[in-house]
């Protein structure tokens, strides 16, 4: 049972509008958001900032964004954020072996040297205390450019309001997410845990 209950898709209409965003990333509005809706001004403001930092404006592809985000909420142990990026990431076209085998992006041949120092540069950012040392820091700029790196930076602190959001809540986790979970992270012990 989620700490906050969420409201109808139709309490707020201009957060129904702006929420619309989801419908293509997820094929449906997040509980989340339905529960921020109960401060609109919240709802909005989150989305918003949601469609800013999902924006391409360089290298860094949809899919990859939603990987960055998946490792992001898995270093922080939220399922319900996990579930909604292997999701996200599946519908924004990652490619099949990648969704597969995410847990190994570190080794896996799916995974090109470039995704790899995005997605290690996500997990050191993402866990307490932050990792994000001369190493990470010297293997990004390898392969991304500053721009690039505000765009994953911008993904990961997204999720780490979303990790802390949806963990303390108790997010309900909505079916689609839960398949997607099941499909790609059950093999590994991907569970709904609190978010029932």
């Given at each position: 049972?989620?700490?906050?209950?969420?409201?109808?898709?139709?309490?707020?209409?201009?957060?129904k509008e702006l929420a619309t965003f989801f419908n293509e990333t997820l094929g449906f509005?997040?509980?989340?958001?339905?529960?921020?809706?109960?401060?609109p001004s919240i709802s909005k403001a989150f989305i918003n900032l949601n469609k800013a930092v999902m924006a391409n404006e360089g290298r860094v592809t949809s899919a990859l964004k939603r990987m960055i985000?998946?490792?992001?909420?898995?270093?922080?142990?939220?399922?319900?954020?996990?579930?909604?990026?292997?999701r996200a990431a599946e519908r924004y076209g990652a490619e099949q072996e990648q969704l597969d085998n995410i847990w190994e992006y570190k080794t896996h041949p799916a995974?090109?040297?470039?995704?790899?120092?995005?997605l290690d540069f996500s997990l050191a950012a993402s866990v307490v205390p932050n990792a994000v040392d001369e190493t990470i820091q010297s293997?990004?700029?390898?392969?991304?450019?500053?721009?690039?790196?505000?765009?994953?930076?911008?993904?990961?602190?997204?999720?780490?309001?979303?990790?802390?959001?949806?963990?303390?809540?108790?997010?309900?986790?909505?079916?689609?997410?839960?398949?997607?979970?099941?499909?790609?992270?059950?093999?590994?012990?991907?569970?709904?845990g609190k978010h029932v």
């Open positions: 049972m989620p700490l906050v209950t969420p409201l109808s898709a139709d309490h707020d209409l201009e957060t509005c997040p509980n989340s958001v339905l529960t921020m809706q109960r401060r985000a998946w490792v992001s909420s898995n270093a922080t142990g939220c399922r319900y954020c996990q579930a909604h990026a292997i995974f090109s040297e470039a995704e790899r120092a995005a293997a990004i700029k390898i392969h991304w450019d500053e721009g690039e790196i505000v765009e994953m930076l911008g993904v990961i602190s997204l999720f780490g309001y979303l990790n802390r959001w949806n963990d303390s809540m108790g997010t309900t986790l909505e079916k689609g997410a839960i398949e997607s979970g099941d499909q790609y992270l059950g093999k590994h012990g991907f569970e709904v």
